[in-house]
């Protein structure tokens, strides 16, 4: 078997990715070990910036999300009784859209079933050869069958726990980052948020997030301890603690109901450098994860195959390599600039274990300037709705 571009992982770096090269006449195989039922149970990102949403409608696959996505134009912190909207439009002249990730990895599996491409569901013990030479390739186990494609290119989309940079050299590769003490226990149900748009609240029992998917269905967090165990926490439980860490009116407006899906994530902020090792490239969580509080995840795994897929249609179809040469840089500039972001909220916003009277005071007074000044206000926007592509 042959292929002109390899891809491990069909999580939506690696289904966009596909998408993308089919569409340029480029061929290539995704490799998924999970099957297609579990890679679309999860549950995960909601919100995408501006620039996400007009690059999904640039390569045909917007229809649904302009349809049904909510496009929101501002969303609010509450901080210990107090409560600030942040002004999306009117301080960063764009908005975000509220589509869930389930969706988006849903349109990209149809429009790539429709292109006849070729996605393997379930391929057990990827492994990736020769990337340092010329002749790279890919061997996998499927039905207890060992099968091998050969290849110019290997993508590795396949998410921070994958092959692609557990393979990457040791004495090249970098890695920085952090654990946070806490994760998000989030909780999907049928019924109508609490508000029309996302909030953001800090309280001294720890972080609370009111998010949703559509009119009828919310999405909301609550920080955790680390370790903590989802099945601990029932629903009456969740909602008690949820509605606890909001604003009375908020609070008011919550509707609990049984959830459809309960779970915890760990959070972390971590960076591999570089992103490419002569013919393997890393894209998406496989090198970097932000923790969730700035709402980039996602949105950087989509900037990520955006630069990605340009460079390897310039290199396929012209013998351009400035492209994939760039790729690393080009890329990570953006990813430090959203890991910044995303620390920064994180630590705004969430109550961590050993904070000191004198962190705690640094935090009012970083709500306070918030509050104060436009500025303040218009840069916070600025990076919520993202850095153009
Ligand atoms: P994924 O989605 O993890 O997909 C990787 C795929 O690779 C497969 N895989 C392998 N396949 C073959 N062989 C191997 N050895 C393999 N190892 C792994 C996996 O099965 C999987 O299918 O990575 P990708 O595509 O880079 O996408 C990244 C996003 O999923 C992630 O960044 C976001 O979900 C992060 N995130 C958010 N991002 C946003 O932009 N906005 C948000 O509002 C937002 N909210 C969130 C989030 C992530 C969360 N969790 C659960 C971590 C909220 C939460 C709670
Ligand atoms: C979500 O709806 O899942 C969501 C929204 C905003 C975030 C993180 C997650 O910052």
Known sequence: MRTQVAIIGAGPAGLFLGHVLTRAGID???LERRDASRVLARIRAGVLEAGSADLLRKHGIGARMDAEGLPHDGFSL?????RLRVDLRGLAGASVV?????EITRDLMEARAASGARTVYGAEDVAIEGFEGDAPAVTWREGGVVRRIGCDYVCACDGFHGVGRASAPRATLREHGRAYPFGWLGV???APPADHELLYARHERGFALCSMRSATRSRYYVQVPEGERAQDWSD???FDELRRRLPDDV??????APSLEKSVAPLRSFVAEPMR???????????HIVPPTGAKGLNLALGDVHYLSEALIARIRDGDETGIDGYSAKALARVWRAERFSW??????HEFPDETPFERRMKDAEFAELEASRAARAALAENYVGAPL
Not at 98 to 102: F, K, S
Not at 277 to 287: E, I, K, Q, S
Not at 344 to 349: C, D, F
């Open 28 to 30: 290539n195989v995704i």
């Open 251 to 256: 609070a008011e407006r919550v509707t609990p």
């Open 277 to 287: 090792f002569g013919r393997l490239f890393l894209a998406g969580d496989a090198a």
């Open 236 to 238: 009456a439980r969740f």
């Open 78 to 82: 509450a901080f210990g009784g107090r």
């Open 188 to 190: 999907l149900v049928d």
């Open 344 to 349: 920064r909220m994180t630590g705004l916003m």
């Open 98 to 102: 509220v589509y869930g990730q389930t």
